[in-house]
C-alpha cells in the first residue's frame, strides 16, 4: 500500500498557516478523489483510503493519506505506527511538508534527503531509522522582513490569494505523488 502523509498541526487555529501545507496538500488529494477522513486512535492520526487513478499504480491499487495528530515535531510517532502497522517500504512512504527555503509556490519531489532543518521531517527519519522515503516539499518561502522569525512565520496563515495558489501548486504536484 502506497502512504501519502501531509505534515501540519492538528486544530481549526492552525488550519490555514504556512506550517499545513502538508495537511492542506492532502485534504485536496482526499476532496479529488472522493475520501473520507477517520480519526485513527491506535495510530494517532487520521486516515482516509483512496483509489489510485494512476496508470503507474493501476486501478485496484489503494493510497491511504493520513495526517498526524501528533502535532508538527512529534510527527515520527504517528508516520512509524502507520509504516509499521501496514508493513510499508519506505520506497512507498511520501511525506508532504512545507519548506521556507523555497519560494512561494515552488515543489520539489526527492528521496533521502536529510530534514533540512524540518522538525517534522527531523522526527520521521529519528523514528524510522531512515531518511529514505519520498518528500514533496512545498515552498512558502520566508517572511519578507528578515527581522521576523521563521518558526513564527510558519504559524502565520497564508492570505486569501496564497491559498488559492496552493491549490493550483496541489492539483499539479498531486500527480508528481501518482495520485
Excluded: Q
Excluded at 57 to 73: C, E, Y
Amino acid at each position: 500500500m502506497r502512504i501519502i502523509v501531509g505534515l501540519g498541526n492538528p486544530s481549526e487555529k492552525y488550519k490555514n498557516n504556512r506550517h499545513n501545507a502538508g495537511f492542506i496538500a492532502v485534504d485536496r488529494i482526499a476532496s479529488a478523489n472522493g475520501g473520507v477522513w477517520h480519526l485513527e486512535d491506535k495510530f494517532n492520526a487520521e486516515t482516509c483510503k483512496v483509489k489510485a487513478n494512476s496508470k503507474l499504480l493501476g486501478d485496484d491499487d489503494v493510497t491511504l493519506l493520513a495526517k498526524p495528530h501528533t502535532f508538527m515535531n512529534n510527527s515520527g510517532e504517528a508516520v512509524s505506527k502507520i509504516v509499521n502497522f501496514y508493513h510499508t517500504d519506505l520506497n512507498d512512504l511520501t511525506v508532504i511538508h512545507d519548506d521556507v527555503d523555497m519560494e512561494f509556490g515552488t515543489t520539489r519531489l526527492k528521496k533521502g534527503m536529510s530534514s533540512g532543518g524540518h522538525h517534522g521531517v527531523e522526527d520521521i527519519i529519528e523514528k524510522l531509522g531512515s531518511k529514505e522515503f519520498w518528500r514533496l516539499k512545498i515552498g512558502v518561502g520566508r517572511p519578507e522582513n528578515s527581522k521576523f522569525d521563521v518558526e513564527d512565520w510558519v504559524l502565520t496563515d497564508f492570505t486569501p490569494d496564497e491559498l488559492t495558489k496552493l491549490e493550483h501548486v496541489i492539483a499539479r504536484s498531486a500527480s508528481d505523488v501518482a495520485i
